[in-house]
């Protein structure tokens, strides 16, 4: 007699996601919403983005070396989600692992603040976080985000405090 098998044993499966590094883009931004607003009637922040044809391949590429992976495993490969399609998507899930927006470069007319993370046009306004990384390099930021934050503040300490004003 064939053995039962339970319902979850048969369709047991693992799902395995891979994320790549996301550079930036001048048609990639966020700006105030000229529409939306919150409860206080500010504007709401609005997020421009899509993939290009780099992030495109990208995908093709990991996903044709996770199903040559899974298969040199024995594994059956299922489908392949959220590899294929044209357009970033907000409701699928993407990350937890969201950086930019308030991108650290070497001139204010290409970034917002400088490597120390202090604001350009602002000299008292020191921002840290994953908000200041140029680029998207994926998981996992947080250690990269504390040892710039402990740049910022030596910096802060040693430099600023002696002597107010933009340090570059
Ligand atoms: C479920 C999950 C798992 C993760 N796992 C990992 C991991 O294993 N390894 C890893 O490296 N990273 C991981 N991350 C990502 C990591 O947590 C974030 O990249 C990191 O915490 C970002 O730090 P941050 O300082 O830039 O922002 P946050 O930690 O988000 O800090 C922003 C702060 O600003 C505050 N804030 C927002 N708006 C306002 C406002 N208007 N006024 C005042 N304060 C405000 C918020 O309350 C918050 O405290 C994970 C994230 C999630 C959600």
């Known amino acids: 007699m064939e053995k039962a098998v339970p319902p979850m044993a048969r369709q047991s499966g693992a799902a395995h996601p891979c ?3 996301h550079v930036a883009y001048r048609q990639n931004y966020m700006d105030l919403d000229p ?3 919150d409860n206080f009637g500010d504007p709401l ?3 421009t983005l899509d993939w290009t044809d780099h992030e495109k391949r ?3 590429f990991l996903a044709k070396h996770m199903i040559d992976l899974g298969k040199a495993m024995g594994a059956k490969v299922g489908p ?3 590899g294929s399609e044209d357009h970033y998507w907000t409701t699928y899930y993407q990350s937890t692992h969201v950086q930019g927006g308030i991108i650290m470069g070497t001139s204010p007319e290409r970034s ?3 490597a120390s993370l202090q604001h350009w046009q602002m ?3 020191w921002i840290t976080g994953g908000c200041t990384f140029p680029q998207n390099e994926s998981a996992n930021p947080t250690l ?3 040892a710039v934050t402990y740049r910022a503040a030596d910096t802060f300490v040693d430099h600023y405090l002696k002597n107010p004003g933009a340090l570059v």
Do not use: D, F, M, S
Request: glycine share 0%; proline share 4%.
């Open 19 to 21: 994320e790549a590094a």
């Open 35 to 37: 529409t939306y607003t």
């Open 45 to 47: 922040l609005r997020l």
């Open 58 to 60: 990208q995908k093709q």
């Open 80 to 82: 392949v989600l959220h």
């Open 112 to 114: 917002v603040v400088n």
């Open 123 to 125: 000299p008292n306004l």
């Open 144 to 146: 990269t985000i504390l």
